[in-house]
């Protein structure tokens, strides 16, 4: 586990766009005023997609670095607690608070120390790689909820 190209791929694919778009691409340039709409029959508005990922992102990495971690509360402490945003900033303190994390989720990756194939130590049997490809699955599955969701208010406008 510890092969450059496989850390590379993984570190990579936190951010690509290679087989469907990216996170990035979901949020970009989404009008303010339909951040907290959720469509009819839908039970998400992109704000509560966009908070839950970072939110459940952070969680992981919480989880893979810090020995205190301490599990939190199902669902209330996964997703915001309102469909909008409380500020007109709070979407772009979330995207750059996502990227960040992101980062520290790739350096993680990228570090040579750290054998992937390792159980986290605080942990059970939850190793370092299998919480990278969680982040993975998790985002992609709301990456494809946000574009459904960005279609049905006439935000997404395909290529």
């Given at each position: 586990?510890?092969?450059?190209?496989?850390?590379?791929?993984?570190?990579?694919?936190?951010?690509?766009?290679?087989a469907?778009?990216?996170?990035?691409?979901?949020?970009g340039?989404?009008?303010?005023?339909?951040?907290?709409?959720?469509?009819?029959?839908?039970?998400?508005?992109?704000?509560?997609?966009?908070?839950?990922?970072?939110?459940?992102?952070?969680?992981?990495?919480?989880?893979?670095?810090?020995?205190?971690?301490?599990?939190?509360?199902?669902?209330?402490?996964?997703?915001?607690?309102?469909?909008?945003?409380?500020?007109?900033?709070?979407?772009?303190?979330?995207?750059?608070?996502?990227?960040?994390?992101?980062?520290?989720?790739?350096?993680?990756?990228?570090?040579?120390?750290?054998?992937?194939?390792?159980?986290?130590?605080?942990?059970?049997?939850?190793?370092?790689?299998?919480?990278?490809l969680?982040?993975?699955?998790?985002?992609?599955?709301?990456?494809?909820?946000?574009?459904?969701?960005?279609?049905?208010?006439?935000?997404?406008?395909?290529?």
């Open positions: 586990m510890s092969d450059p190209v496989i850390r590379d791929v993984l570190a990579r694919s936190l951010a690509w766009s290679e469907h778009l990216n996170l990035d691409e979901a949020v340039d989404l009008p303010e005023p339909l951040r907290g709409i959720r469509p009819e029959r839908l039970p998400h508005s992109p704000w509560e997609l966009l908070e839950h990922i970072r939110i459940v992102q952070r969680d992981i990495l919480d989880f893979s670095l810090d020995g205190t971690y301490r599990e939190r509360g199902w669902p209330q402490d996964y997703w915001p607690s309102s469909p909008a945003p409380p500020d007109a900033e709070a979407w772009d303190r979330s995207i750059a608070a996502l990227i960040e994390d992101r980062e520290k989720l790739q350096a993680l990756v990228q570090d040579a120390k750290v054998e992937l194939a390792a159980v986290v130590p605080h942990g059970s049997d939850q190793t370092y790689i299998r919480e990278v969680l982040v993975l699955d998790h985002t992609a599955y709301h990456v494809g909820q946000l574009v459904v969701v960005r279609k049905l208010l006439g935000a997404w406008v395909s290529a």
